[in-house]
């Protein structure tokens, strides 16, 4: 993964290029370890992108497993509406030659495909709460491509794209 930091004023913004998901949850299901919801992802990291994240206070998380050390880094999103308007990441997929923008109401699609060149700006956000604090990570801007295996998906006509003639004149 290439890491860039763009930081302006209080916000950091981590700008990661070549990215792995895992634990995709771009709908926001309810299960055992997430809140009817919660949309978010886990980042796969090396130990090197492990430091760099962690050295600007992202939430960085490494877990010992049969002798194997994995780590990650959660990665929240949201999309709030206000004033009439829908505010939240811009999410573009690139499917078969089209590149479309994902919304609230497509992201849970994002779950079930095989995601690659996955890039991505996440922003840094210090919360209080009562007595506790910490730091979160919130997706401000996506692109991937999906993966296809499907050969003649790309095949399929788009009905708006359709001549009004007849073809057997």
């Not at 916000?11 to 370890?33: I, P, R």
């Amino acid at each position: 993964m290439d890491i860039r930091f763009n930081e302006t004023g209080k916000t950091t913004v981590a700008e990661l290029d070549n990215c792995f998901l895992k634990f995709k949850n771009f709908a926001g299901a309810e299960g055992m370890y997430n809140n009817a919801g919660d949309r978010s992802f886990q980042l796969n990291l090396t130990q090197e992108e492990y430091e760099i994240l962690g050295e600007k206070g992202f939430p960085v998380k490494a877990k010992e497993v049969d002798g194997n050390v994995y780590y990650s880094m959660n990665v929240k999103l949201a999309w709030k509406e206000r004033d009439g308007s829908v505010y939240g990441p811009d999410i573009y997929l690139d499917a078969n030659g089209k590149r479309t923008k994902i919304g609230p109401d497509e992201a849970g699609r994002l779950d079930k495909l095989s995601l690659t060149n996955v890039n991505m700006d996440v922003r840094l956000w210090h919360w209080t709460k009562r007595a506790n604090e910490g730091n979160s990570c919130w997706l401000n801007a996506m692109e991937a491509t999906s993966r296809t295996t499907n050969r003649f998906a790309g095949r399929i006509i788009d009905p708006m794209d359709a001549v009004d003639e007849d073809p057997f004149d």
